[in-house]
Nanobody
Framework: QVQLVESGGGLVQAGGSLRLSCAASGRTFNGDRMGWLRQAPGKEREFVASINWSSGGPAYADSVKGRFTISKDNAKNMLYLQMNTLKPEDTALYYC????????????WGQGTQVTVSS
């Protein structure tokens, strides 16, 4: 049974930083694309960043490029999202996703961790 458990969300002031973590278990993800998506209240879910579990090759949404960094620790089965220079518009529920089929579709999802950026 695949489990993705996010942590690291919270309340931060604009300009601040947070690091999200996702603990993945239940299968191997070699060759799979893993990522982070987010959904703000009243808005559709949107792609944030993704990375190939084996080869790397990060990809980012234009809105976070240069501010967010996705990384992984294969030995620990951990996925991370370092978020710097946070803006109020980054406020959302952030989801860890495994085996992305497209930028918005994935086979496995975490429960989400809330990020709130105050102005």
């Amino acid at each position: 049974q695949v489990q993705l458990v996010e942590s690291g969300g919270g309340l931060v002031q604009a300009g601040g930083s947070l690091r999200l973590s996702c603990a993945a278990s239940g299968r191997t993800f070699n060759g799979d694309r893993m990522g982070w998506l987010r959904q703000a209240p009243g808005k559709e879910r949107e792609f944030v960043a993704s990375i190939n579990w084996s080869s790397g090759g990060p990809a980012y949404a234009d809105s976070v490029k240069g501010r967010f960094t996705i990384s992984k620790d294969n030995a620990k089965n951990m996925l991370y999202l370092q978020m710097n220079t946070l803006k109020p518009e980054d406020t959302a529920l952030y989801y860890c996703a495994a085996r992305l089929v497209t930028r918005l579709q994935a086979d496995y999802w975490g429960q989400g961790t809330q990020v709130t950026v105050s102005s």
